[in-house]
């Protein structure tokens, strides 16, 4: 299964809303995960189930979408926020596959 | 607290062995599956493929299938990536991560990586 993202990269300013898309080659179910990595750090679990927010993940991340489409929202981005974000299937293996993923940087 | 340790980074030769490695703590290593993600430099995530250590069930990548080996050891609750002739295409960053659920899932919980430099 292949990973699509987009767009590649997002230029938007602190408390603007962001809007992060994954479409999958075929159905995925709601096995999508979506992950942050910032420089220099392993990633981190953000969304799992396509909408369940993981341990400790601020309620302005949110996430929608089955089958093959996804949608990664953060409502009001934080300085914090500006990373790099991966999709990743996991209902077909292997592999569980990433997309590409989508730098959220400042304009 | 649930924590993965990896190994420190190495640079070997090309045509070198290399084994590196990833230490669970604070929970069941035997029950959840273990999985390797390669990062190349700026690129992106990568999956390698899975073990699970209580019967030693391994997955992998199509990509990576014979290309490396993915074991683990239950007695240290370590878990293991190996290569026996490394290339220098193999110069990236290694994570390790926990992988929730038995039979599928995300990775929950990283390894702070493993940098590999293979170069001559």
């Known amino acids: 299964i292949v990973m699509t993202q987009s767009p590649a990269t997002l230029s938007a300013s602190p408390g603007e809303r962001a809007t992060l898309s994954c479409r999958a080659s075929q159905s995925v179910s709601i096995n999508l995960a979506w992950y942050q990595q910032k420089p220099g750090q392993a990633p981190r679990l953000l969304i799992s189930g396509a909408s369940t927010r993981a341990t400790g993940i601020p309620a302005r991340f949110s996430g929608s979408g089955s089958g093959t489409e996804f949608t990664l929202t953060i409502s009001s981005l934080q300085s914090e926020d500006f990373a790099v974000y991966y999709c990743?299937?996991?209902?077909?293996?292997?592999?569980?596959?990433f997309g590409q993923g989508t730098k959220v940087e400042i304009k | 607290e649930v924590q993965l340790v990896q190994s420190g980074a190495e640079v070997r030769k090309p045509g070198e062995s290399l084994k590196i490695s990833c230490k669970g703590s604070g929970y069941s290593f035997t029950t959840y599956w273990i999985g390797w993600v390669r990062q190349m430099p700026g690129k992106g995530l990568e999956w390698m493929g899975v073990i699970y250590p209580g019967d030693s069930d391994t997955r992998y990548s199509p990509s990576f299938q014979g290309q490396v080996t993915i074991s683990a050891d239950k007695s240290l609750s370590t878990a293991f990536l190996q290569w026996s002739g490394l290339k220098a295409s193999d110069t990236a960053m290694y994570y390790c991560a926990r992988q929730v659920g038995v039979a599928s899932g995300p990775f929950d919980y990283w390894g702070q990586g493993t940098l590999v430099t293979v170069s001559s």
């Open positions: 990743q299937q996991y209902n077909s293996w292997p592999p569980w596959t």
